[in-house]
């Protein structure tokens, strides 16, 4: 019952729906033992040759009205508590979506893919049951066992009913050994699924990698071993399940016996008539239903407790980003400044990378490079100024505002980001466009895909904008996905432009196209590049260079070359390369 006690939260907020289904329910209850009673009276008069054709249509007629209300009620019942139950699965996937919207990377490093679709699946299911099946058995099985049972007493004998119930506690006896062994197996059972499921999207979407490698049959190896861990662990639940089953027919044949015994003796001494024995044998099977009602109940409440359990370990995970109590709406434009005194990873997360003595002044409408060597803090920087991280010394701002002190969402609408790792829906190639504002008309799709050099390939499609990209954008090259990616940013028009190494896939000529439309379309807007190709960032108006977190040299493309440090260094390398792969061309 713990479980209802953490679910009462829905059950107030839904307690119209489930008064009413639960009323439907009682008034069933009552409608089932009324047949019994009549069938008893109906062989009274039977044994009596009393029976007329009149009380024997009376009889058939009463018992076709009482089946056509139960029908209309069960009806009722089922709308409402069924309706419910959906209710808390709704509610329930949007609260867990939600939190998986405002977690940040600590939380997605830790909880992988398929763990987390498991519990926005199969552990959901669980608890909608609960508010379901589990309502219905818990009310029903009260009810009705609790009507049958009266009805028993009322209209046959209390001393019989005594003797035809006094199996039932044997039944709480075997719930009680066998609910802690299911609530157990169960949540190993979901744990294991949710290994399957992180293999099976892993393999999945590294397919390539694994054909590549020619590890398919250790894959396979490795994916049959998860099943078979799988299968053990429903096998050990089901084992635990099938038990409830035969321990309560052993009860019911008990009782049967019990009242066959008596209830005979009874008829012979009259105590009882034939028909009341009848109506009681058959009241005996209408508890049955109750009775099994028990072993599912607590069956339901174990597995959905497993999986509550396990939704709720994951809601009580809080992002490492707080919004300040008196955060306030960002600026509509203004300079970034980063002044960062200091910043470094928690080592033990599992990230590495450091800065230290950045200052950044980075007026609107300017266009900022920042290079350096791998894990020099090109993109550590970016982090920072996205507001993935906050645990550092010193200030970043934007319009002499700390970023800290900003609403998030205030911050990243003015911030228009291409990562690294472009990401493409399974959707339209002017969908994807369009993503991020879903108003956007034709004409402004189309100006971002020139702006960002794609209008030409898209063009060449077998549907142009229309073309369906496939699932992470699969049919189509790098660098068509990369510069959909900053068509996707561009769009948005906002205040800042962030391109983190996002001209990698694209060859000279297309990069230049892209920067110099850059150049001319955001001149009243701020843009920053980080690059490993300094190609990429040689029109910035100011080019910082990083080495382990440090700036070691900055200012313009022509100032850097004149110092001979490492860009200019860095500089003719990349031009002997250029030289070298045209040539080889």
Excluded: C
């Amino acid at each position: 019952m713990q479980i209802f006690k953490k679910l009462s939260w829905f059950f107030k907020e839904e307690k119209k729906t489930y008064f009413y289904g639960i009323v439907a329910l009682f008034i069933v209850s009552i409608l089932h033992i009324i047949p019994p009673r009549l069938i008893g009276m109906v062989i009274d008069e039977i044994a009596k040759k009393q029976l007329t054709a009149q009380m024997l249509f009376i009889s058939l007629v009463a018992m076709l009205i009482v089946a056509i209300l139960e029908y209309l009620f069960r009806i009722v019942w089922r709308v409402y508590i069924f309706g419910g139950s959906v209710m808390l699965e709704k509610k329930m996937r949007s609260k867990l979506f939600d939190h998986f919207l405002k977690m940040d990377t600590f939380f997605y490093q830790k909880h992988r893919t398929g763990d987390l679709m498991a519990h926005a699946t199969n552990d959901l299911q669980s608890v909608q049951n609960v508010a379901g099946m589990g309502v219905l058995t818990l009310a029903d099985s009260i009810m009705t066992g609790g009507a049958t049972i009266l009805a028993m007493v009322l209209f046959v004998d209390w001393r019989l009913t005594i003797l035809a119930v006094l199996p039932l506690p044997l039944l709480s006896l075997f719930s009680k050994i066998l609910g802690e062994r299911i609530h157990n197996a169960f949540k190993y059972s979901q744990e294991t699924f949710s290994h399957l499921n992180d293999k099976v999207q892993e393999s999945i979407t590294g397919m390539k990698a694994i054909k590549t490698f020619g590890q398919e049959k250790e894959d396979i190896e490795d994916f049959q071993t998860k099943t078979k861990e799988i299968e053990q662990a429903f096998v050990k639940v089901n084992f635990y399940d099938s038990l409830f089953d035969p321990a309560i027919a052993i009860i019911v044949g008990i009782s049967y016996s019990l009242a066959i015994l008596l209830g005979g003796y009874l008829v012979v001494q009259k105590s009882i008539s034939i028909g009341q024995l009848v109506s009681f044998m058959t009241y005996i099977g209408i508890l049955v239903w109750p009775m099994f009602a028990v072993g599912m109940l607590f069956n339901i409440f174990q597995r959905g407790g497993a999986s509550l359990a396990r939704i709720e370990e994951l809601l009580s995970h809080t992002s490492h980003i707080e919004e300040n109590e008196f955060a306030k709406v960002a600026k509509k434009q203004g300079a970034f400044d980063f002044q960062i005194e200091e910043f470094s990873y928690e080592q033990e997360r599992g990230v590495q990378g450091s800065l230290k003595n950045i200052a950044i002044h980075l007026p609107k409408g300017k266009m900022l490079g920042i290079v350096g060597k791998t894990g020099s803090g090109k993109s550590t920087l970016i982090r920072l100024l996205l507001r993935e991280f906050d645990t550092y010394k010193g200030t970043i701002s934007f319009a002499d505002d700390d970023i800290r002190l900003l609403k998030k969402d205030s911050l990243l609408s003015k911030i228009a980001y291409v990562p690294q790792d472009h990401f493409l829906f399974s959707m339209s190639v002017a969908d994807n466009i369009r993503f991020a504002k879903p108003s956007a008309t034709e004409e402004e799709i189309t100006l971002a895909a020139k702006m960002a050099a794609v209008d030409n390939d898209i063009q060449q499609l077998t549907n142009g904008y229309d073309t369906m990209v496939g699932e992470r954008g699969v049919s189509l090259s790098g660098g068509q996905k990369q510069r959909l990616s900053i068509a996707r940013a561009l769009i948005l028009e906002s205040e800042l432009l962030i391109l983190d190494d996002a001209l990698s896939a694209v060859d000279a000529k297309t990069e230049e196209a892209i920067l110099t439309n850059l150049k001319h379309e955001r001149s009243e807007q701020t843009t920053m590049i980080t690059a490993h190709r300094l190609s990429s960032v040689m029109f910035a108006d100011e080019i910082i260079v990083l080495d382990k977190g440090e700036i070691i040299e900055r200012g313009r493309h022509e100032e850097l070359l004149e110092k001979k440090g490492w860009y200019a260094e860095m500089w003719e390398l990349q031009k002997i390369s250029q030289e070298e792969e045209r040539h080889g061309a």
